[in-house]
Structure formats: C-alpha cells, structure tokens
C-alpha cells in the first residue's frame, strides 16, 4: 500500500488539522456525501483514524509549530496586501511621498528611492499575488480542461467562404 496520500485525503488531512469536524471534512475534500449521517460519519471516522492521514495532520502541526514557517493565513494576509497596495496609500494630499513605519512594512512596497528630485516610490505588481491567491484558494480548474461551472466550452469557428459569410465548422 502506497504512503503517499491522494489529492482527496490530503485535502481531508488539511482540513482536518484546521479544526473542521470529520463530517464537513469528508464533504468538502470532495467525498460523496449522498450517504446517510450516521454512514457519512463512520466513513470519515475511518479516514480521519487512518494511519496515512493521522501521519499527515501530525506532519502539517510540526510544521505550524516551526516559527521559521508561515502559515497559510500569514501567506495570504501578505499577498493581499501587495494586490491591495496602492499608490495613494505613500502620498499626502499634495500627492508628496508620505512614509511612516506603517506603511514602509507594506508587503506590496517594492522600492524606496530618495534623490535629488524627490523619493521614488515603486509598487509590487499584484496581478501575480491575485494569481497566486485564487491558486490558493483552487479558484482554477486544472490546466488543459476547459470545464466552466460544469459544462463544456465548445468553441466554434468560424471561416470566411466566398460571398462573405461565414460557415461554422
């Protein structure tokens, strides 16, 4: 028997660790749940005692006890900010550089530069801190499946034949 867990168990083990009840653990790591409760409950009981699964949730508290690792929540309250940064967030209101220790720490700060002129200020691009928040959050559906809302997008082309109009392959 394999060690490794699959996508559904891992996701179980997760939720799990971040305190989900077993029942609402099994449903949301995408385990049927057209079962009765009490037959639900013995199911995810299972898993959730499983070897495999108690191993994972027991590696995931190591981890979050590691003060050299942040959290998921710390990760995400970080790549927030950068896509919620904006310029006006270091401008006064005669549009000058305005720099406090607050807003220095900013996460979606980029660069600081005094001269002559003035101070420069740069912002993060927060296109890739939203991309990488909806990866995150499984807000994308698997690369190479092009499943909307669980229908299919035909896509139909269309060609330009003599006259003028168009023909749908």
Known sequence: MSSRLTAKQEKFAQLIFQGMPQRRAWGEAG???????????????????????????????????????????????????????RLGQFMDEKANPQLSKENLNNAGLAEVRKNKRGTTIKLRDPVPAIDLLNKMDGLYQPEGNQVYNEYKILIIREKQIEGGSANRD
């Open 31 to 85: 385990y049927s749940t057209n079962y009765a409760l009490a037959i639900a409950d013995v199911h995810a009981s299972r898993l959730a005692n499983s070897d495999k699964v108690k191993l994972r949730v027991a590696e995931l508290r190591n981890i979050a006890a590691s003060p050299a690792i942040i959290n998921e929540i710390r990760r995400k309250e970080i790549l927030s900010e950068i896509a919620e940064s």
